[in-house]
Every structure is written in structure tokens, then in C-alpha cells.
């Protein structure tokens, strides 16, 4: 067994704690739901970047390239200062929301580029600027640009034009599990000799102000190059530097005087090192050497072309040779984590997709922080601190007071979105299987616990708003990563995480019926669903039009969540066969929905027009026609992912689900009619549970597979293309809306603007489509095969439909015939430098025809999917090599 495999069962089995210690801290706590304090809910206001240095956080922590304990007690993370700076680096710039042109937008160049699981080795760079970093041109610029013209990049600013920067790689190697190996190698990639400055530092979250710690924290100097770390819960630490650094002392506390303009009650304050090393202020250092905050600086010159490396080492223990073996350790942790991801990768046979596979999966590790909220106490404030105002007790989440969440969470991207969302996390544990089944699985159930899931049985779905509603993804990501788990085991299945995950999980499929179906007629209206622009108008509001919003999407993700759950309780027959009545009421409410569908409110309303072939949502206005918005948008092909292909001898095993099955056979034949037949067996007597029969399937796919409509050279657009020539448009309420294709940045401001689903790619939403092209093949087998690209005379059959668009997403990320790769667009640096065009960047989503990286630039969350996709793409290949005849049919 590998050694990283080991580490994963001793912490599996709890004979050794691992994972401890990683990159728990966020990028961004400014700016957050959780430090704002003001009266209006203006969060980005609340606490700006500038003010971030100065001010103690109440719930979490930030850093670069830093770690902490899996309570964030102690933290450890990097500062840098190149000397021209008005303050050091020591947390990643971006624009706020409300500054830049599309949104929130980190301006820093950053990559993460591997890390294990047990984060035993873990890797990432950082380019730092030797000029003056551009914080005034980039605030400026992107204040000046609107909604059509791109975002203001920091390539866009000339400040690496000419190579005058330092790449920093950053790097940890854990010797055992609290004892860590840190380095920081500086490169001068400039032409000229370079000053950095570089101070590790290691700090202590402030949590002393609440009266429950029994002896505070502290840091002080143990010897000339040690520093020791005290907490009466996690006890001694000591933390060994190369060489001979300077060592600064001050606490994590707020200057008061600074961002409030009040007399400072602390005399150590958390700006103080910062005032020391750019100003040579030292009145807020500590003189005796000791605190809650301390740097060891260094100041580096390093010629060009050169590099100098800062070691230092984490230990419970002092050791005087503590950093004797620090390259040892190093070395032997990057031997192991290479024999662990050549073990994964084995059948992936291009160098190019195993980096990129490598990255995406870096990029999941990397984004775990730990996410401290407790709504009540939030709501409340702390005695004597932060006392809220009034209005907040009737603001966001105030209905949430239940919520206390205390934990180590994937987050989508720890700048741009440091919370956690709940269908991106759904999204994020099915490639995370493939290398951590076991954190996969306690994720999926974290949010069903009942300090997060609410009492009426909704999931919370991201800290601006937890009353929002995200597609209910969730069982489908339980199932599938059961089935990974499973596989990875040799079929030892684990049914009690299936188990727990199903009750709580039937508490949220409850909440939909009772909360989105609001005439009990089985449509569903859903509102936002995380799709921000989709539609000519924000469809959570559909009120402010004094109509209703019936919405193909909700009502079939309501299918596919039915199926989800039918899927799930025919598993746990397996194990308990009276999960087959839990699979019949399940059944039934997927036949219902397919009903409604069909028939809205018994007033021969279809969600489905026979004219155009395709699903649109109906809008309704009392006392008037109701309306078909006709927009040829991802809403129309979500009904392919309500599909579940069943064995037939399960039916037979399962007698009762059997006898009912029949039932609705004999005693609803319409419904009956409108899903693909059971009664008919497909390929090794399969049966087919799916809201598309043979024609609406053949629709729907007739316009996605055509590249005049939906399908791009990377992948599946999210709205056709064929409203690029033909916008929709509609007069409701005397307003005039109108939506066309836009295939790069939002040009609205709806939902902030910083997403766009009016025609860019999206990684979940062509995952689902590839699994549910593989579904239908599972049913239909080789015999079944459909015109790829529409138009083109070639047919293939669905599987491998499924693997070609895997591919098309993939060339997102992988160089052309010319070295380009399409993600970094026609920016020459990302594609020919050497020192930058092997670092991948996995962005929120793709423009629809270049197939260029937009939105948030390390949201591997859930573009990391891509790692399961090349995972995929290999096994498909394996498995088909045998039988070629099988690719095309003409």
C-alpha cells in the first residue's frame, strides 16, 4: 500500500489524526457575511482590504499559502514586501463586488499545483511583482468600465510585461501528523538583483475575548531562531527558522484608532509588524518578545535568474536539530505523493491531461477552509463586542438561528466565494471520491446535520442568502459517490453512510413539496437556482410581475432528485429490503411529476411545446393567458437528467416495489405513457425510468448536439446560439424583456452580475448531461445511436456522444495544435512563457466559443470535475478499444 493510502486508513481509523493540520485558512475573510457588522448588510463595505490589516476577525482567518489546525486555533502563512509596497503582502487583493465591472474579481497571479489528501505534501506558487503592486490602476480602471468591456486583469497593467517578478513556491511536507515542514523558494525572474522581504508568520486566532479560554494563548521567543506557541487546549508548539531572523511580536488585536478613529485600548496591535518593516515604526511592537502575532523576517537580495529558499518547521516538541532533515523530509513527502497520484492516474496516458488532472485535484485540496458561523450569536453579538444594531434581527438569515457551523468545508474559491454553497459542494465530492472517499462522504453529510439543515428540512444554500434555493443535487452526489466508494472497496459497500444520508435527505425532498410546490400539483417554481441570468427576468422575484413562474428546470430536478431517491432506497435493498416501499413512494412521485409536466393544473398547460420540440417555463398572470417563455436555455435540457436505467432481476428481488409497479401500469396508464417504457426491456433486459421517451429525447438531443444551437467546441453552451440571431423577447407588466445569447461576461446586473448563464459553459451542467447520456446508453446499448453533430451524417452511439463532449471540455484546459490552450485566450504570456504556461487556472465557467477561462479564476470546486471526466475519458477509451464499431455509425 502506498504511503499516502496508509495515512488515509490510520486517520480513517482514527489511530492517527492527519488531517489536522492543512490550508484551512481562507483567502478572503474581508468582506464576508460573517464580519459585517453594519446596520444595512453592506459586507463588502463593512471591512475593506485596507482595513483587514488592522482589524481582529470575530470567525476566521486569511492568509497566503498559510495552514492551521482543523480548529484554527494556530495559523501559519506568508508575508512578503518587495519595498516599494505602501503595505506588505500578506493577503490577496481583489475588487469588491460593488468595484468591479462583472463583480467580485481577485487581481493576483496564484496556482495551486498539488497536494495528497492528508495534505502530507502540498504545493502552490505565487507571483509577486517587483514594482509597486497596481492596487490604484486596478481599482480605477475597473470602476470606469461597464458591463461591456471585460474585467481589468493585473496582465492588463504591464506590470509583468517585463519579467520583473518573483515566483514564490510555496511548500509543506508533514513528517508525522503535527510535524510540518514549511518552505517558501523566491525566484528573480527579472533581469536585474531584487530585494524581498519575507516573513513567515504565525499568529493565534483571537478568540480570548469571549471568557472561555481558562489561560490566554500566547507566543513568545524561545531561543534565537524558535519561537513557541502555547494553548491550553492544543498545548506547546515550537516553530524552528532557518538562519538568523529578526523576530517580531504584537497581538491579534484591532487598531481601533485607525479604522474608528476611538483610543486603542491594546498597545500590541495586529498592524504592527506592517508599520515596522514599510515605516520602521515600532511603537505597536511588543519589546519583550512575546504576543499573539509574531513574524520572523528576512530580507532577501537575490540576483537574477537565482533563488533563495526560507525553511521552517512546526513541531510539538522542541528538537535542537529540528531543522536537520528538513530536505529529507521534504524529498521523501514528494516521492510519496508522486507513487500516490501515478497509482490513480495509471490509465491516463497524455503528461499534458495527468498535470491538469493533477492541478483540478490540488485545487479541491487546497480549497478546504475552515468555516466558523454561528448564526445566533451573530445575530446577538458577544459581551461587550460587536453589538449588532437592531435592524439585523429582522435581516439575512435571521431565520437561521439554528445554524452553528464549526468545520473544516470545500469551498467553491476561497477569495471570490469563501463559504461554502451547497450544490457546488455536492459538485465538488464526486471527483474528491476518487482520492478521499471518506472526506467525500462526511461532506455530503455535513450539511444534513441539523446544526446546518434547518428544522422545515431546507439545506442551507450559501451564507449571503441560506434561504436561497439551489437545484437539489444532493442525492445525486450521495449515490454517486456510494457507488465510487463502493467500487474503490472491491463492492464493499457503505450502507450506513447511504442510510443516514437518505433520512435527511427525505426531510429535504418533503421541504420542496411543501415550500416550491405551492398548489400541490406537482410543479415546482424553484426560483433562482443558482442560475442567476437564465431567464428575461430574475425569476426569484417573479411576484414583482403579479404572476407565477412554473419552471421546467425545478420540476425536473424534482424528477431527478424522485429518481435520486428511488436510486438510493433500491441500493439499501441490498442491505434492508424494507427500503423498497421508501423506492414505491418515490416512484410514485416521479410519476406524478412527469404527469404534471404534461398537464399543468389539469388546464392542458405542458411545460413541453410540440411546435419547437423543447421544455420552456410558463409564466402565469391571474385572469390572463398563461404564456410560454420560450427561451432555448439549459432549463429545456435538464428534464435528460432525470433518467435511473434498472436491472431487471432487481424487480424480481423485490417483490412489493414488483406488485406496485404494476399497479400503476394496470391503474395509470397515461402516466405510464408519458416516461420511457419499462415494459419494454433494453440492452441485457434493463428497464428505464426517464422523463424523455424515444421522440422528446431525440428533440432535445437533435438541438444540443447542433452547433448552431447549444453545442460549442468545449462543450454545452448554456443558452443556444441561436439567440444570438433571434433574441427572445416579452412585454410584462409594461415592461419590455428581452434575452439574448452572450457567450462571455454578464452584460446585466442581475444577481451582481459576476456569472453569466445567458451562452458560456458551465462544467456541472455538461457532467450531468455526460452522465445521463451514459444512463440512456446503459439502457439502449450499441444498437441505439444518434446524429453527432447535428447535421453531420455521422452517428455514434450515446456513450460515446458522452465521451466526445468529456473531450470538448477538456480542451478548455489542453494545448492545441498551435501550444495554446483555449482557457488563457490570446494572453501570450500564459501561453508561451515557460514560467507560467503549465499552471492551469479552473475558472467558474468558459466562453461559449473560445472556450476563454471567465468568472471567478479558481473555482476548481466544481470545474474540477474535469478531473473525473479525464478519469473517465480513459476508462471509456479502455473499455471501447476493443470494439471500434461500436464509435461510429453512418
Known amino acids: 500500500?502506498?504511503?499516502?493510502?496508509?495515512?488515509?486508513?490510520?486517520?480513517?481509523?482514527?489511530?492517527?489524526?492527519?488531517?489536522?493540520?492543512?490550508?484551512?485558512?481562507?483567502?478572503?475573510?474581508?468582506?464576508?457575511?460573517?464580519?459585517?457588522?453594519?446596520?444595512?448588510?453592506?459586507?463588502?463595505?463593512?471591512?475593506?482590504?485596507?482595513?483587514?490589516?488592522?482589524?481582529?476577525?470575530?470567525?476566521?482567518?486569511?492568509?497566503?499559502?498559510?495552514?492551521?489546525?482543523?480548529?484554527?486555533?494556530?495559523?501559519?502563512?506568508?508575508?512578503?514586501?518587495?519595498?516599494?509596497?505602501?503595505?506588505?503582502?500578506?493577503?490577496?487583493?481583489?475588487?469588491?463586488?460593488?468595484?468591479?465591472?462583472?463583480?467580485?474579481?481577485?487581481?493576483?497571479?496564484?496556482?495551486?499545483?498539488?497536494?495528497?489528501?492528508?495534505?502530507?505534501?502540498?504545493?502552490?506558487?505565487?507571483?509577486?511583482?517587483?514594482?509597486?503592486?497596481?492596487?490604484?490602476?486596478?481599482?480605477?480602471?475597473?470602476?470606469?468600465?461597464?458591463?461591456?468591456?471585460?474585467?481589468?486583469?493585473?496582465?492588463?497593467?504591464?506590470?509583468?510585461?517585463?519579467?520583473?517578478?518573483?515566483?514564490?513556491?510555496?511548500?509543506?511536507?508533514?513528517?508525522?501528523?503535527?510535524?510540518?515542514?514549511?518552505?517558501?523558494?523566491?525566484?528573480?525572474?527579472?533581469?536585474?538583483?531584487?530585494?524581498?522581504?519575507?516573513?513567515?508568520?504565525?499568529?493565534?486566532?483571537?478568540?480570548?475575548?469571549?471568557?472561555?479560554?481558562?489561560?490566554?494563548?500566547?507566543?513568545?521567543?524561545?531561543?534565537?531562531?524558535?519561537?513557541?506557541?502555547?494553548?491550553?487546549?492544543?498545548?506547546?508548539?515550537?516553530?524552528?527558522?532557518?538562519?538568523e531572523p529578526e523576530f517580531k511580536f504584537c497581538d491579534n488585536e484591532t487598531n481601533r484608532e485607525k479604522i474608528y478613529h476611538i483610543g486603542n485600548e491594546k498597545k500590541f496591535l495586529k498592524d504592527a509588524i506592517n508599520d515596522y518593516v514599510v515605516d520602521g515604526d515600532s511603537k505597536h511592537i511588543n519589546p519583550e518578545n512575546f504576543g499573539t502575532k509574531a513574524s520572523a523576517i528576512y530580507h532577501l537580495e537575490i540576483p537574477p535568474g537565482e533563488s533563495k529558499t526560507i525553511k521552517l518547521r512546526l513541531m510539538h516538541q522542541f528538537s535542537e536539530d529540528a531543522l536537520s532533515f528538513c530536505d529529507d523530509i521534504m524529498e521523501k513527502a514528494k516521492v510519496e505523493a508522486d507513487e500516490f497520484y501515478e497509482e490513480l492516474q495509471e490509465r491516463v496516458t497524455d503528461p499534458d491531461l495527468k498535470r491538469i488532472q493533477r492541478q483540478a485535484y490540488a485545487g479541491m485540496m487546497w480549497s478546504k477552509q475552515f468555516y466558523y458561523y454561528d448564526v445566533e450569536r451573530w445575530l446577538e453579538g458577544d459581551p461587550g463586542r460587536y453589538v449588532p444594531p437592531i435592524s439585523r434581527k429582522k435581516g439575512r438569515n435571521s431565520n437561521w438561528k439554528h445554524l452553528q457551523n464549526y468545520d473544516i468545508i470545500s469551498m467553491p474559491d476561497k477569495w471570490e466565494y469563501p463559504w461554502y454553497a451547497a450544490w457546488d459542494l455536492a459538485f465538488h465530492c464526486i471527483p474528491i471520491a476518487r482520492i478521499d472517499p471518506d472526506f467525500a462522504k462526511d461532506q455530503l453529510l455535513l450539511l444534513l446535520n441539523e446544526w446546518y439543515m434547518h428544522p422545515?428540512?431546507?439545506?442551507?444554500?450559501?451564507?449571503?442568502?441560506?434561504?436561497?434555493?439551489?437545484?437539489?443535487?444532493?442525492?445525486?452526489?450521495?449515490?454517486?459517490?456510494?457507488?465510487?466508494?463502493?467500487?474503490?472497496?472491491?463492492?464493499?459497500?457503505?450502507?450506513?453512510?447511504?442510510?443516514?444520508?437518505?433520512?435527511?435527505?427525505?426531510?429535504?425532498?418533503?421541504?420542496?413539496?411543501?415550500?416550491?410546490?405551492?398548489?400541490?400539483?406537482?410543479?415546482?417554481?424553484?426560483?433562482?437556482?443558482?442560475?442567476?441570468?437564465?431567464?428575461?427576468?430574475?425569476?426569484?422575484?417573479?411576484?414583482?410581475?403579479?404572476?407565477?413562474?412554473?419552471?421546467?428546470?425545478?420540476?425536473?430536478?424534482?424528477?431527478?432528485?424522485?429518481?435520486?431517491?428511488?436510486?438510493?432506497?433500491?441500493?439499501?435493498?441490498?442491505?434492508?429490503k424494507v427500503y423498497q416501499f421508501t423506492a414505491t413512494k418515490f416512484l410514485e412521485h416521479f410519476l406524478y411529476i412527469a404527469g404534471a409536466m404534461n398537464n399543468i393544473s389539469s388546464e392542458s398547460i405542458s411545460l413541453w411545446d410540440d411546435e419547437d420540440s423543447f421544455f420552456y417555463d410558463v409564466f402565469h398572470v391571474p385572469g390572463k393567458e398563461s404564456k410560454r417563455m420560450k427561451v432555448r436555455s439549459i432549463v429545456g435540457l435538464i428534464p435528460l437528467f432525470a433518467v435511473e436505467p434498472i436491472r431487471e432481476d432487481l424487480f424480481n428481488e423485490l417483490p412489493e416495489f414488483k406488485q406496485r409497479l404494476e399497479f400503476f401500469l394496470r391503474e395509470k396508464p397515461k402516466l405510464a405513457a408519458l416516461v420511457s417504457s419499462w415494459i419494454q426491456p433494453g440492452f441485457n433486459r434493463r428497464r428505464l425510468f426517464s422523463l424523455l421517451r424515444g421522440h422528446r429525447m431525440k428533440s432535445i438531443l437533435h438541438k444540443m448536439l447542433d452547433s448552431d444551437e447549444f453545442l460549442s467546441e468545449y462543450g454545452i453552451r448554456s443558452l443556444s446560439k441561436y439567440h444570438l440571431e433571434h433574441p427572445y423577447a416579452m412585454k410584462i407588466s409594461g415592461d419590455f424583456l428581452s434575452i439574448k445569447y452572450t457567450p462571455g461576461e454578464s452584460d446585466t446586473v442581475m444577481f451582481g452580475g459576476n456569472s453569466n448563464w445567458r451562452g458560456p459553459i458551465w462544467f456541472p451542467i455538461n457532467f450531468l448531461i455526460i452522465e445521463s447520456l451514459k444512463k440512456f446508453d446503459f439502457y439502449y446499448g450499441g444498437d441505439f445511436s444518434i446524429e453527432y453533430p447535428t447535421g453531420s451524417g455521422r452517428y455514434m452511439t450515446m456513450d460515446i456522444i458522452a465521451k466526445e463532449l468529456s473531450y470538448r471540455c477538456m480542451k478548455i484546459f489542453m494545448r492545441d495544435e498551435k501550444g495554446n490552450r483555449p482557457v488563457y485566450g490570446n494572453i501570450e504570456k500564459f501561453q508561451k512563457d515557460p514560467h507560467f504556461k503549465d499552471y492551469i487556472l479552473f475558472y467558474e465557467y468558459f466562453h461559449g466559443d473560445s472556450g476563454l477561462g471567465l468568472g471567478a479564476s479558481h473555482q476548481t470546486g466544481w470545474t474540477g470535475l474535469v478531473a473525473e471526466m479525464i478519469h473517465k475519458y480513459y476508462k471509456v477509451r479502455e473499455d471501447k478499444e476493443h470494439d471500434s464499431k461500436t464509435l461510429f455509425r453512418s
Open 1 to 243: 500500500m502506498v504511503a499516502e493510502k496508509l495515512r488515509l486508513q490510520e486517520e480513517r481509523e482514527r489511530i492517527k489524526h492527519w488531517k489536522k493540520w492543512g490550508p484551512y485558512l481562507t483567502e478572503r475573510q474581508w468582506g464576508t457575511v460573517r464580519e459585517d457588522y453594519s446596520p444595512d448588510g453592506s459586507a463588502w463595505e463593512n471591512v475593506t482590504h485596507d482595513e483587514a490589516r488592522s482589524k481582529a476577525y470575530r470567525w476566521g482567518e486569511e492568509g497566503i499559502g498559510g495552514i492551521s489546525d482543523y480548529k484554527q486555533k494556530l495559523c501559519l502563512a506568508w508575508g512578503f514586501w518587495n519595498g516599494k509596497d505602501p503595505f506588505i503582502k500578506e493577503r490577496l487583493y481583489g475588487v469588491t463586488g460593488n468595484q468591479g465591472n462583472h463583480g467580485e474579481d481577485v487581481k493576483e497571479l496564484y496556482y495551486y499545483l498539488d497536494s495528497t489528501p492528508t495534505h502530507s505534501y502540498m504545493k502552490m506558487l505565487y507571483k509577486y511583482p517587483q514594482a509597486e503592486f497596481p492596487y490604484k490602476d486596478l481599482l480605477e480602471e475597473n470602476l470606469k468600465r461597464g458591463k461591456a468591456d471585460p474585467e481589468y486583469e493585473i496582465m492588463d497593467t504591464g506590470v509583468f510585461d517585463q519579467d520583473e517578478y518573483f515566483d514564490i513556491f510555496i511548500e509543506y511536507a508533514k513528517n508525522d501528523a503535527e510535524d510540518i515542514v514549511a518552505t517558501a523558494t523566491i525566484h528573480n525572474r527579472g533581469p536585474e538583483k531584487a530585494y524581498i522581504c519575507v516573513m513567515p508568520t504565525i499568529w493565534l486566532r483571537k478568540t480570548w475575548f469571549t471568557g472561555h479560554e481558562p489561560f490566554l494563548p500566547k507566543l513568545s521567543q524561545y531561543n534565537e531562531n524558535t519561537i513557541r506557541a502555547f494553548s491550553p487546549k492544543s498545548g506547546n508548539y515550537t516553530i524552528s527558522f532557518e538562519g
Open 456 to 576: 422545515n428540512g431546507q439545506i442551507p444554500a450559501y451564507e449571503w442568502n441560506f434561504s436561497d434555493v439551489n437545484p437539489p443535487v444532493h442525492a445525486y452526489a450521495v449515490q454517486r459517490v456510494f457507488q465510487i466508494d463502493k467500487k474503490a472497496n472491491d463492492g464493499k459497500a457503505d450502507y450506513e453512510f447511504l442510510e443516514r444520508a437518505l433520512h435527511k435527505l427525505m426531510l429535504n425532498f418533503t421541504w420542496w413539496v411543501n415550500q416550491k410546490d405551492s398548489d400541490g400539483q406537482n410543479i415546482f417554481e424553484g426560483g433562482f437556482l443558482g442560475l442567476d441570468n437564465i431567464s428575461v427576468f430574475d425569476r426569484s422575484h417573479a411576484q414583482r410581475y403579479q404572476g407565477k413562474l412554473e419552471q421546467a428546470d425545478a420540476t425536473s430536478w424534482m424528477a431527478m432528485f424522485s429518481l435520486n431517491l428511488l436510486r438510493i432506497s433500491l441500493d439499501l435493498c441490498e442491505h434492508n
